[in-house]
Nanobody, 123 residues
């Protein structure tokens, strides 16, 4: 059984920071590509940041580059998304997922998803 459980979402003021966590079970996280996704109300789900396990090459959505940082902790089998300089347009439900591959176009072939954690950026 593969499972992701996200946490760390909440209400934050514009310019603030949050750190999202995603605990994986059923597989060893460091052996797979993984990433973070988000879905704003009435919008399609989009890849925020994904990492290629073999080389640590990272994709960032252009609108979050230089503000967000993806990482993992092998000992805890957990992935993180450090979010800084948050903007109202960053509001949405954030999901973690295992992915098949990562390239310059984004994250590809997602197969296992968490249920999401809500991030709301508002004054």
């Amino acid at each position: 059984q593969f499972q992701f459980v996200e946490s760390g979402g909440g209400l934050v003021r514009p310019g603030g920071s949050l750190r999202l966590s995603c605990v994986a079970s059923g597989f060893t996280l460091e052996n797979y590509d993984f990433g973070w996704f988000r879905q704003a109300p009435a919008n399609e789900r989009e890849g925020v940041s994904c990492i290629l396990a073999a080389s640590d090459w990272i994709y960032y959505l252009p609108s979050v580059k230089d503000r967000f940082t993806i990482s993992r902790d092998a000992a805890k089998n957990t992935m993180y998304l450090e979010m800084n300089g948050l903007k109202p347009e960053d509001t949405g439900v954030y999901y973690c997922a295992r992915v098949r591959s990562v390239n310059s176009f984004g994250c590809l072939g997602m197969d296992y998803w968490g249920k999401g954690t809500l991030v709301t950026v508002s004054a």
